[in-house]
Structure formats: C-alpha cells, structure tokens
C-alpha cells in the first residue's frame, strides 16, 4: 500500500474489516474512522468488566472474552459481527490474554 493510501491511527486490522475483494475502502474514511474510534472505546471500556468476571467471578480468560464476543455479536449491540470480533480480539491484546482459544 502506497503512502498515499495510509490511513493514520487506525490499525490494519480495523481497516481490512471495511475493504472490498480488491483491497479498496468500501466507506468513507471519516466513517472508518468513527467505526474505529466507536470499537477502540468500547475494547477499552470493557476491561474491568472482564477483569471482574475473571477474578471476581473465577471464569478463565477463554470464558471471558467468549461471553464478550457474544454480547458484543447480538443485534441489539449495534455492531457488525466482524466489529465484534476485532473489538473482543483488541481486549485480549489489552488484557494480555490468548485468543482465539486453542
């Protein structure tokens, strides 16, 4: 990918969610970049919240980040179900945990 095609501050990862067969944008790069500030949040905001249900709860990290994806994959969540999976696969990098389960 050419310099001119780069998008700053938002992962490959993130970014290959919204590209067509051919390696192109299929939005717009102002909406890529709320789509990618909306999950990045959401992987960050979750953290307690699987910390809790690992510690407090006795639940192994595999158990945690499953219950994740699937909160995160209902309708009602407001997500596409690729979201999902990059926001629960973001939170196991933060959390240092391993993903997916072997």
Same mark, same amino acid.
């Given at each position: +990918?050419?310099? &001119?095609?780069?998008? /700053?501050?938002? /992962?490959? !990862?993130?970014?290959?969610?919204? *590209? #067509?067969? *051919? #390696? *192109?944008? +299929?939005?717009?790069? =102002?909406? @890529? ?8 949040? $959401? ?14 709860? #006795? $639940?192994?990290?595999?158990?945690? @980040?499953?219950? +994740? &994806?699937?909160?995160? #994959? ?6 596409? =179900?690729?979201?999902?999976? %990059? ?8 959390? *240092? %945990? !391993? %993903? /997916? /389960?072997?």
């Amino acid at each position: +990918m050419d310099a &001119q095609h780069q998008l /700053p501050y938002i /992962p490959d !990862s993130f970014a290959e969610l919204y *590209r #067509g067969q *051919r #390696g *192109r944008l +299929m939005v717009l790069v =102002e909406e @890529l970049r709320q789509r990618y500030d909306l999950c990045e949040d $959401l992987a960050q905001q979750i953290v307690p919240t699987a910390q809790a249900l690992h510690h407090d709860d #006795g $639940l192994t990290e595999a158990d945690v @980040l499953l219950r +994740m &994806q699937q909160a995160l #994959g209902h309708a009602d969540a407001g997500l596409r =179900e690729d979201e999902a999976g %990059w926001i629960v696969t973001r939170l196991a990098e933060l959390l *240092r %945990w !391993s %993903w /997916p /389960p072997a």
